[in-house]
């Protein structure tokens, strides 16, 4: 597609999708900001000046790109002010807009949406109806491959200095001692998982269930072994989009794939030159990945400025990736900033 991306800070709208409703009482308040141009730990920050409260005490689910036009959930532990000064300081302290204010019994935590609700605008100086098609065809042939989910090159930084700074310090061995340095961190784990699918979808696996691989249930999130004897009848689940595979985010609690996928998972940690024990020393959990993100709600349509591409993806994947498999640019706009993300 013949367009550009993000031209504007409004070409990038993201809505945070909540995971549960918020009860109404309880000692902490959950307040939804719609902001621009500041990032998420920017905000929690200022929240944190505002009510006089530590870090402990502000939550939120996920980060968000700072060159967008964003809106997310924070939790503040304030069991003795009434929402209504909540607002006051918020309306007359903050350049933000406040969405929705409340109550909840706990604090809201990494990980606790179901995912984000993108709006993104290309734009097209020439022939948008011609670029509209382009664009509606290569989200049918996504929405029937599924998109591999990378993380986005913004995770990891300018030549991809996050991820080296994050290797170097498990090198070291040392614990990250920063919220800077557990991103550094996180960005090594999330170069190694790329390197996995990367390599996976190279040998012609993406497709196929592998005997060991880690699957997970599309509908309740239940993961479970694939067991060599049952290889046949998990490849016909994943066919039906019942069931998809998962890829390593490395660390000390990570389940472990077995058999074919096992052993190319340990070969590549092997490759990477971190011990296991690196992971334990840094605190540092791992989990699993899904490989590959069904689009099934994705659409394009016209828009005043171009194209306008909507989307739900769940927590942890990168819209800017579906704008890479449409535009295939060499776009700098793609490898800046923080996307919506997952805590890893």
Known sequence: VNATFKAEPDDFRVDELPLYEALGEGPHVYLTLERRGQTTRELALELQRLFGLGEVDVGYAGMKDKLALATQAFSLHLPNIALDEVRRRVESEMAVALVALTRHRNKLRRGHLAGNRFTITLRCSAEPERELATAARL??????????????????????????????ILRRGHRPRSFKERLFVNAFQSALFNVWLAERIARGDYARILPG????????????????????????????????????????????????????ERELLARSGIEEGAFRRAKLDGTRRIARVALDDAFVATDEAGIRLVLTLPKGCYATRVVHELLKPNDPQLATGLEADEDS
Do not use: H
């Open 213 to 264: 691989d880690v699957a997970q249930k599309r509908t309740s999130g239940g993961i479970f072994d694939v067991v060599p004897d049952e290889r046949d009848e998990a490849q016909a689940r994943f066919d039906s989009g019942e069931i998809g595979y998962t890829g390593p985010m490395y660390g000390a609690k990570m389940r472990e794939a077995t058999a074919d996928a096992g052993a190319r």
């Open 139 to 168: 989200i049918e042939e996504l929405r029937a491959a599924e998109l591999p989910n990378f993380y986005g090159a913004q995770r990891f930084g300018v030549d991809q200095r996050n991820a080296m700074r994050g290797e170097s």
